[in-house]
């Protein structure tokens, strides 16, 4: 392993150099780098198997990789041939088996899929993406024949192909290449109603030599629209990739984001290079002068074209380190910020497009999917039970257990009726996202269960659902009044603060008014903003978050119903002691991705609040609450390295306390002590009892065990 680089995980393998269709976009044959005319048609046996040992000596060596993904691309991949296809997907599982999961994928245009090539895709689990840009028109004026006739029909049939039953499995999504020529309702109602499982929409290549002719904000912003107000019936990965940002996640493309770059390509020739946009730049662009014949991943990883674009923002133009958007945007896709004179030191070619656009999403509703139950898959089961989980199957259990959030919120509104259990459900039917997003806050579960099995008094339930009811007013700028009991001496709005006062301040009402929290003091006083009341004796503690390059968590030292954990919960971090732990988590950020980069999605993806703890000495650092999904209990280690391995534990607990929630895995305590010791890696998978678990704890133990 060569100091100082870091894994691959994205491999791009070029099978086939030359293409069926000619299309006059293509970043390939149609811009700067002109490569493809001195390879081989095809990858050779040869060069295949060279490939296939490369990537299983890079795994090898980089144990922190839980799965490596590799891409079938082109030219047009599927001119290989079928048992080309059949055979180096064999080798690459055969070659990985036992040093880490494979994500197997293909890009084509899908001209030669007939029934004997999708059964091959969903025999060897090849998931395919296939290239179409919209309705008849928008397709064929890019992708065509190089006798000018369009492939918008041939594509199609294809699309309907692998999309029906027997292989849908094997079906990724669509690819759309944006032009603002085109009609972008047109385009996305097209996408729409071949049912993909997801759409991707490319920016055409570009670089401030070579700009693009048209504005592409409008024409994004206007499919965005239209599928938010569809209720996003599939991914959008653009799209979601903002949505990700704002909460503080990865970014799911390299268009947009902080990720360091972990994508290599291998040619037909053995050729190792940088990523294929980077061939919009100039003739040579992606070469690196190493080959699968010759050298290792590792050593390619040292070139400094892939070293260059690890430094996150400091490592952007000035422009972008300025920008307030920077976190999400990320300076935009690497090749678009090209210009001869200075090189990459630029914002993107499309900065303005890109500000524009993401602004839009960050303002625009979030509803929640419709028509579409929040369910794991067979795969996203088998994915999360052997230990990890893939991006799909992590947010899919998020989905799946805010499903479960919900419904417990629709009982206790159906157990506990009133004003504020009506003004709740008419605030959910006006403002899905807003409300969505409160019921997000972990502590709600624990709260909603004990509210249903009894243990709290009606009175105060029905203030918490006051309180619900305020906080998702505030968060989508809807006026509402809370009138307390007189008796009551504090009020908690999830996701937003803690507010207490003196009893003998009388019956206090607090009021959202246009994003605004204000309190009233009095039946009929004015009232006023928080900062005023606070010299009247009203208490005010804000909910505060730790943000760092790889996560984002809420601090949640102020929930009523926080104490679900073994744990006492500690009081509320005074001002140093915050900073205190804001220094840690940072650094543990840095540990988590050098010691735990196999584990880091899941803590990106499910870890929502941390709770401080006093630590007990018996129930460890580390907690979690079966009911309080994506919520730990913590007790501060002493050094950055602990703390990332406790949060690493911490969601291995919450993703096992939702699988135990969602399937039934034992049928004794012991047996489901054994899996979940397992699980977390306290124990060898080999000690799991064999009696005593369901089917589902059966297949989890398996996956375990291999």
């Known amino acids: 392993m060569t100091a100082g680089t870091r894994a691959f995980r994205q491999f791009v393998l070029k099978v086939h150099s030359r293409c069926d269709l000619a299309c006059d ?53 599927l001119l290989a041939g079928r048992e080309r296809l059949a055979r180096l997907a064999r080798d690459l599982r055969a070659a990985l088996d036992g040093v880490c999961e494979l994500d197997l994928r293909m890009q084509t245009n899908g001209l030669l899929l007939d029934d004997d090539m999708c059964r091959m895709l969903a025999h060897e689990r090849i998931s395919t993406g296939i290239s179409l840009d919209g309705d008849r028109a928008s397709n064929d004026r890019h992708r065509r024949r190089s006798n000018g006739s369009g492939s918008y029909d041939d594509v199609v049939r294809a699309v309907r192909l692998i999309g029906s039953p027997p292989y849908r499995s094997a079906f990724a999504g669509l690819l759309c290449t944006v032009d603002a020529r085109n009609d972008p309702v047109t385009v996305y109602d097209a996408l729409a109603a071949l049912d993909p499982p997801a759409v991707d929409f490319l920016l055409p290549h570009a670089t401030w030599d070579h700009p693009p002719h048209d504005e592409t904000a409008g024409w994004l912003i206007a499919v965005h629209d239209r599928w938010n107000a569809a209720g996003r019936p599939f991914p959008v990965r653009l799209f979601d990739s903002i949505d990700a940002g704002r909460d503080g996640r990865g970014s799911f493309t390299e268009a947009l984001g902080l990720g360091s770059p972990d994508l290599v390509v291998v040619e037909t020739d053995g050729e190792i290079e940088q990523a294929d946009w980077l061939k919009t730049v100039r003739h040579g662009a992606p070469a690196t002068g190493f080959h699968v014949l010759r050298h290792s991943f590792d050593e390619a990883a040292a070139h400094p074209g892939f070293l260059g674009r690890h430094g996150g923002v400091a490592a952007l133009s000035a422009k972008c380190r300025a920008c307030p958007v920077v976190r999400i945007c990320g300076g935009g896709l690497y090749g678009h910020r090209y210009r001869s004179d200075n090189g990459f030191d630029n914002p993107s070619v499309y900065c303005a497009d890109l500000y524009r656009l993401i602004g839009h999403v960050l303002r625009a509703p979030r509803p929640e999917p419709v028509a579409r139950p929040h369910t794991l898959t067979a795969h996203g089961f088998d994915s999360l039970a052997a230990g990890d989980g893939d991006g799909d199957a992590l947010h899919a259990l998020a989905r799946a257990e805010a499903s479960v959030r919900r419904m417990l919120l629709g009982a206790v509104c159906a157990r506990f009726p009133g004003p ?54 505030l968060r989508s700028g809807t006026r509402y009044r809370l009138d307390l009991p007189g008796r009551a001496a504090q009020a908690h709005l999830p996701g937003v603060g803690r507010l207490t006062w003196p009893p003998a301040l009388g019956p206090v009402a607090l009021i959202a008014r246009e994003g605004d929290l204000l309190v009233a003091v009095a039946p009929h006083a004015r009232p006023l903003p928080v900062a005023g009341a606070v010299r009247l004796g009203v208490g005010w503690e804000p909910v505060r978050r730790i943000t760092t390059e790889e996560f984002s968590v809420l601090v949640d030292d102020g929930d009523p119903h926080r104490d679900g954990f073994a744990a006492e919960p500690a009081p509320r971090l005074d001002e140093a002691e915050h900073a205190r732990w804001t220094r840690r988590f940072t650094e543990a950020a840095v540990e988590l991705r050098a010691r735990h980069a196999h584990r880091a999605p899941g803590v990106r993806a499910l870890l929502i609040s941390c709770t401080p703890v006093r630590a007990t000495g018996e129930q460890g650092d580390v907690l979690a609450d079966p009911y309080a999904f994506g919520a730990i209990g913590l007790a501060l280690p002493a050094t950055a390295a602990a703390l990332a391995a406790s949060l690493v534990t911490g969601v291995q607990q919450i993703k096992f306390n939702a699988l135990s929630d969602l399937f039934d895995l034992a049928g004794s305590d012991d047996a489901r002590e054994g899996l979940r010791s397992a699980y977390l890696d306290l124990l060898p998978a080999r000690a799991i009892p064999h009696d005593g678990l369901t089917a589902h704890g059966r297949r989890m133990a398996a996956r375990l065990r291999g």
């Open 420 to 473: 504020e259990a009506n003004a709740l459900t008419r605030l959910d039917g006006r403002h899905p996202r807003q409300t969505a997003e409160i019921l997000r806050h972990p502590h709600l579960g624990t709260w909603a269960v004990r509210a249903l099995e009894g243990q709290l008094p009606a009175d105060a339930v029905r203030q918490r659902l006051g309180e619900i009811t305020l906080a998702v007013a």
């Open 25 to 77: 976009h293509c970043y390939v044959y149609r811009h700067a780098d002109q490569s493809w005319r001195r390879r081989p048609q095809v990858m050779s046996g040869e060069v295949a198997s060279a490939v296939v040992s490369r990537i299983a000596e890079h795994a090898r060596a980089h144990p922190e990789l839980p799965r490596v993904h590799v891409v079938l691309h082109g030219g047009e991949p």
